[in-house]
């Protein structure tokens, strides 16, 4: 049972560009939402962290938007750059006692000059 | 800091051949877990080890997995006999324990295996 669908599969963005991913998930007892990046070769890497608590959360040109009744949470990159491309993994945890995190299907972005 | 060290990179064997994979985490994390990548999918976790112990390994496909942690350091994970459908990354992380917020996971480069 996938608990957290994320799109798109894959995605080409200009240089400068805004690039949106986004992931809904099922089970309301997660409650910490964290994206990761990871470049070929490599393993995952945490970039930016939510809590349902807020709505936006923001990192340099890394913003988390977070909507708690819809169980929908995105990630955008203002800015984008070469350097951004790779692939990124939204996942969910919950945050007390056995933090298991279900990762999505992740997204490969593409930066273009 | 050193991060997760994960050996060999890369392994290519024969259908029913056996495995093993290495991984070393960082120095204090007490929490260490396996976990499966297929390609274009998010990780899948085979198996968490908190100390020594195995703490989750519902995953772990046990006819032909396995794995240990015997000083609750290092840890092997180990196929026999590999299948076709074995092929894969093989991703190792660690983190620090504790029960009061989240603990970030950090992985190591993995470990690509392709079964001829």
């Known amino acids: 049972q996938q608990q957290v669908k994320q799109s798109p599969q894959s995605l080409i963005v200009q240089k400068g560009g805004i690039s949106i991913i986004n992931c809904a998930y099922e089970?309301?007892?997660?409650?910490?939402f964290p994206w990761y990046q990871q470049f070929p070769g490599k393993g995952p890497a945490l970039l930016i962290a939510?809590?349902?608590?807020?709505s936006e959360k923001k990192e340099g040109r890394f913003t988390i938007s977070f909507n708690k009744s819809a169980k929908q949470f995105s990630l955008h990159i203002m800015d984008s750059q070469p350097g951004d491309s790779a692939t990124y993994f939204c996942?969910?945890?919950?945050?007390?006692?056995?933090?298991?995190?279900?990762f999505g299907t992740g997204t490969k972005l593409q930066v273009i000059p | 800091e050193a991060g997760v060290v994960q050996s060999p990179r890369y392994k290519i064997i024969e259908k029913k051949q056996p495995v093993a994979f290495w991984c070393n985490p960082i120095?204090?994390?007490?929490?260490l877990y396996w976990y499966l990548q297929n390609l274009g999918q998010g990780p899948e976790l085979l198996i968490r080890?908190?100390?020594?112990?195995?703490?989750?390994d519902s995953q772990l496909p046990k006819d032909r997995f396995s794995a240990e942690r015997l000083k609750g350091v290092d840890s092997t994970l180990k196929i026999q006999p590999a299948e076709l459908g074995d092929s894969a990354v093989y991703l190792c992380?660690?983190?620090?324990?504790?029960?009061?917020?989240?603990?970030?996971?950090?992985f190591g480069p993995g470990t690509r295996l392709t079964v001829l």
């Open positions: 080890y908190e100390n020594e112990e195995a703490v989750d």
């Open positions: 939510i809590r349902p608590d807020v």
């Open positions: 089970n309301t007892a997660f409650d910490y």
């Open positions: 996942a969910a945890s919950n945050s007390g006692g056995y933090q298991k995190v279900t």
């Open positions: 992380a660690s983190s620090r324990s504790g029960r009061s917020s989240y603990n970030e996971q950090f």
């Open positions: 120095s204090g994390h007490n929490t």
